[in-house]
């Protein structure tokens, strides 16, 4: 446990220390949501649409902030020292703690900016509007956290991230998307229930998986 904590409190020195990441997130989330925001003025948008926009904007943001979890132990060189002195299940736990937190963190800033310019109709129910928000992203950086792994020893990182984590999760994104149309419509949080455990379980699945994976990711 003191060394999952460990790894967890480094990366986040490390992110805080250089901002570089953060950074970029923050510009990427201000730029998208102000460029749609002026191309659809004038234009009404459904629910349907609102909640797309959403997550288009949430997919494409983690995939900016969360590819950097194993990449930069890699390129900073700190992979085998990181190797040396942590468990794999120590940096497992770690990475994806901090993946989790960074990617509820952004896309709580990202629906902040959508609902200012980009959203067009009345949220029937805030609860689940959130509560869509906040799963969908534990499950974005839970199943984040073992593709970086895999990816960080590639040429070309950056562009194969999003196109091994699309398949991954389109499940979550179907999911999220039907639980935040489903805030538009009904302000029952019951009737969201299913929805949410859908999320919750697949995240569940993913992060039993990728324990059971990552030693092998790790060592080879």
Known sequence: MATFLSVFKKDIRSEIRTRYSISAILLFILTSCSIIGFGIAGSKLDSNISSALLWVIMFFTSMIGLSKSFVSEEERGTFLLLKLYSSSSAVYFGKLLFNIVLCVIINFFSSILFLFFINQNEIQSLPIFWL???????????????????????????????????????PIIITGLDATRLSYSTNEISEAIAIFVQILAFTIAIISISYVLFSLVWNE
Do not use: R, Y
């Open 132 to 170: 869509s928000v906040i799963l969908g992203s534990i499950a974005i950086g839970s199943a984040s956290t073992i593709i970086s792994a895999i990816i960080s020893k590639a040429n070309v990182k950056n562009a194969i991230f999003p196109v091994l984590s699309f398949p991954v999760m389109l």
